[in-house]
Structure formats: C-alpha cells, structure tokens
C-alpha cells in the first residue's frame, strides 16, 4: 500500500521560471546565438560604427541620421555589396577573384553598347553582360582548378587582360543606355531606392545558394578542406568553377547598375572604384575567413555597410584621405585579428572537448556550414 501511494505521490516540482528569469534566458540565448555566428558582431559592430560616426558628425554640426542621408549611404552600398556577394562564394571556396574591376568596366561598356539607347534591347543588352561574366568566371576557374594556377596570380593574369582590351578600344564613356533603364539607379519606391531591392535580391539569392543548396554546402566543404571533400566524393572542381562563375556574373550586374547610374558605358568605372580589393575587405570584414570555410553573405552585407558608414562620416567631417584610407586599414587588420583570435580559441576549445559557448560542440558556427 505504502508502496503504491509512493509511485502515485509526484516527484519535486522544477522551480519556475518568473518573468524576468524567461527574460534572461531568451536574452542569454540570443546573445549565444549571436555569438556562434558570424554575421552577430559584425552587426554589433556596425551598430557602434554608426552610432559613434553619429555623435562625431553631430558634435561637428552636421547631419548624419537623416532620412535624404541614410538613403544615400544604401545607395552607395550597392555597387560594393553586389560585386561582394560574389566574391563571399570565391573566398568562401578558398579562392579569390581580382579581376572583378576590370569585368565592372567591361560590363558596363558591353550592356550599354548593346543596348545602344533603344529600349528593345535591353533585355539583349543584360543577355550579353551576364553571358560575359560567366564566361570570364569560367575561364578564372578552369585556369585555376585544371591547370592548378593559383587563384591570385590567375586572376591578376585575367585582369590585365581585359585591362589591356579595354585600354586598346576605349579611351572614354560609350554606348548609351535607354531612360527606362536609367532610372534603375534614381528611381524610388517611397524612401527606398529601387537599386537598394536590386541590392536585397543579389544577397538574398547568394544567401539561399548558401544555406539552402547542396553547392552552397559543398562551397563551405572545399573551402574547410579541398582533400577531404574530395574523398567524401564532392566535384571541387565544379564547385569552385561554379563560385567563380557566379562571382564575375555578380561583377557583370554591378557594371550594368554603374551603367545605369552614368547612362553610359565606361572604361574607368571599375577600377576607379576600386572594386577589386574593396570587395575583398568588405568579404573579410563581414567575418568571412579568408582561407575559406567560414562566413557567409550577412556578414558581408554589414562590412559593406561599415565602409559606407565610415566614408560618409569621414567626407562630413572632411577628414584627409590619405587619414581615411589608414583608419580604414587599422579597423580591417583589427577585425581580422579578433576573428583570426576567435577562431583560434573555439578550435582549441574543440580540441580539449569544451564545447563553445552557448553550443555543443560540433554545432556549425556560421551560415550554412556542414560538419564533417
């Protein structure tokens, strides 16, 4: 009997958990998750790079939270935020892709002598630049992967290639692109440029092929570790020519949108603008490591937007630019020394069976990776 009533009497209650005490623990586990990823102090920082470039122009006298700035800052992101979430995939794959200046400038001038100021065209004219990028991407990374030539030294050879032709044939602005067509870089939907969504949908697309697809796990895998991907049956070779394809088709869409902006094609634009090695600091300052593996396109979206930030800050403040070209060095070295710190310590954690914090261990640390 006694028996009895002791298996029906209930154990000890678990305490509860007040309001404040859920609080917490949705917060603590927030604060883990942004931790585990990549993309979270990136955005932290971003956050401080605004607020801190907000006080500073505010104490100066100037306008930094406005609806006319901030909507400037955007735009300006997106030819850099295009061009970057294209070389996300190349890195991410180990590899890396200095030719995208000079396939900017190609671009331009192709989409906007094609279309040649007729309407009627312009779907010919966008056919003709993304079928340039991707065939420029498959040579980078055949040369690379078949002929097993390094990715810098590859695709230093392919810029000054397209440099040379360019230089050969154009000396100044050409080619015209249609009204309609124009307006892709002015037009706005309420506060928000139309260029802006372009901007939206090129990240959105590399971040589903990330998460979502088995190329974006096998990116991360031949990234990680080409051998072992090869003996666990991945194609690397496809897999990073079909990163550095994407890359240079997203160069090729950034010369169109430069197009746009001038209404012309131009032979500068690109290089000028110094995409090549803008896109691969915004790459790494979005968490991205270089070296391949880890990171993903989030993070690469608030580097862009931390250039933009800083550089709209500097130009209010009229800060000389051989000063903000080392700032701008000095934060890119510091945050790739913390993640480089980061990395060091969750390896070591892993090795001695720690698990890292607010995770077990094994738990994939950035978007879309797989474990081995």
């Known amino acids: 009997m006694n ?7 209930p154990g000890p209650r678990p305490p509860s958990i007040g309001r404040s005490g859920g609080v917490r623990t949705l917060a603590g586990g927030a604060w883990a998750a942004v931790r ?22 505010a104490i100066d006298g100037g306008s930094f939270f406005t609806v006319d700035n901030v909507v400037d800052m955007l735009v300006r992101s997106v030819a850099l935020g295009i061009v970057a979430a294209g070389q996300t995939l190349v890195i991410l794959g180990g590899s ?14 192709v989409g906007a002598e094609t279309m040649a100021g007729e309407e009627s065209r312009i779907a010919l004219g966008i056919g003709a630049v993304l079928l340039l990028g991707a065939g420029i991407g498959l040579v980078n990374g055949l040369v690379i992967t078949k002929l097993r030539v390094n990715a810098f030294i590859a695709t230093l050879g392919t810029a000054l290639i397209i440099r040379g032709i360019i230089e050969s044939r154009w000396d100044g602005p050409t080619g015209a692109v249609p009204d309609s067509f124009e307006s892709l870089g002015y037009t ?11 901007l939206a949908a090129v990240v959105a697309v ?18 990680g570790n080409e051998e072992v991907s090869k003996l666990s049956g991945v194609r690397t070779h496809r897999v990073l020519i079909g990163a550095h394809m994407l890359c240079a088709m997203a160069a090729a869409l950034t010369g169109l949108f430069l197009a746009s902006r001038l209404g012309a094609g131009s032979p500068l634009v690109g290089s000028d603008g110094g995409y090549d090695l803008e896109s691969i600091a915004a790459v790494v300052l979005g968490g991205t490591y270089l070296l391949g593996g880890r990171g993903g396109v989030l ?9 933009a930030v800083l550089d709209n ?3 209010q403040l009229e800060v000389n630019a051989f000063a903000k070209d080392v700032v701008r060095g000095v934060i890119i070295i510091a945050a790739v020394a913390a993640y480089s710190v980061r990395w060091r310590s969750r390896r070591a954690r892993r090795q001695v069976g720690t698990p890292p914090p607010g995770g077990r261990e094994g738990t994939p640390a950035v978007e879309g990776a797989v474990v081995p």
């Open 188 to 198: 706005r939907f309420g506060p928000i440029p139309e260029s802006v969504i372009l």
């Open 299 to 307: 993070g690469t979206l608030a580097g862009v937007f931390i250039l």
């Open 206 to 223: 590399v971040w589903f092929l990330l998460r979502f697809t088995s190329f974006g796990h096998r990116l991360y895998a031949v990234g």
């Open 36 to 57: 585990r990823s990549t993309a979270g102090p990136v955005y932290i920082a971003l956050i401080v790079v605004f607020v801190v470039s907000w006080i500073a122009v």
């Open 3 to 9: 028996d009895a009533a002791s298996r029906r009497r």
């Open 313 to 315: 800050a500097f130009n």
């Open 96 to 109: 890396l892709d200095l030719s995208v200046a000079y396939v900017i400038s190609l671009a331009s001038i």
